[in-house]
Structure formats: C-alpha cells, structure tokens
C-alpha cells in the first residue's frame, strides 16, 4: 500500500533548523546530505509506514507516535487513517533531554 509522506511544519521547521546549524558550523555539503539522508529515511514509510518502534515518551497522546532513526536523530511519525497518510511531526537530535521531545505542536 502506497501512503503519501507528510511533513508538518513544525518538522519542516526543525529540518531547516538541522540544516542551518551544519551549515553554519560544518559545511554546506555536509548539511545537505544530512537532510538528504533524513528525508530518504522517513520516505521509506510511503510502503511501510507501521516500520519503527512506539516513542514511549509520548504513548499519553491519543496518535501512536512511531519513530525512526537516521544517524543521531529521531523521525518522529504516526499514520494519520483519516487522511491516509504518514506524518512526520518532529526530527528530533537524540543527544538532546529526552523530555524536549513533548515540545512538538
């Protein structure tokens, strides 16, 4: 079954803040591919999209939030029956208080 991958704009928001945090301190190419590589990891949901474990940091909130995982951060999802759709609401830098995590919209 082919699912259509959403991005809110709240995780749009934290990929551009990703991007620009590399770019700023590492290189332009160097945060290019780190987007690249988020965005192709959360698109593997379009077939798959019960893949990834349940965030238990969030198992209070009515969706059941899924995560993957692509080098240090987490891809914050649920699949959204109603819409027949993936959403991607956060991405997320692990090495961060786990409990900022409650911050997404």
Do not use: C
Not at 58 to 73: A, G, N, P, Q, V
Not at 85 to 95: A, Q, S
């Amino acid at each position: 079954m082919v699912t259509e991958v959403f991005w809110t704009d709240f995780a749009k928001s934290e990929l551009k803040n990703i991007f620009n945090y590399y770019k700023l301190r590492v290189s332009s190419k160097v945060a290019h591919n780190l987007i690249e590589g988020i965005v192709n990891k959360a698109n593997s949901l379009d077939f798959q999209f019960k893949i990834g474990q349940k965030e238990d940091s969030l198992l209070e909130r009515k969706e059941e939030f899924r995560y993957l995982i692509y080098k240090s951060y987490k891809i914050i999802n649920w699949f959204n029956q109603d819409k027949s759709r993936v959403e991607i609401t956060d991405v997320f830098d692990v090495r961060q208080n786990p409990l900022k995590l409650k911050r997404q919209k």
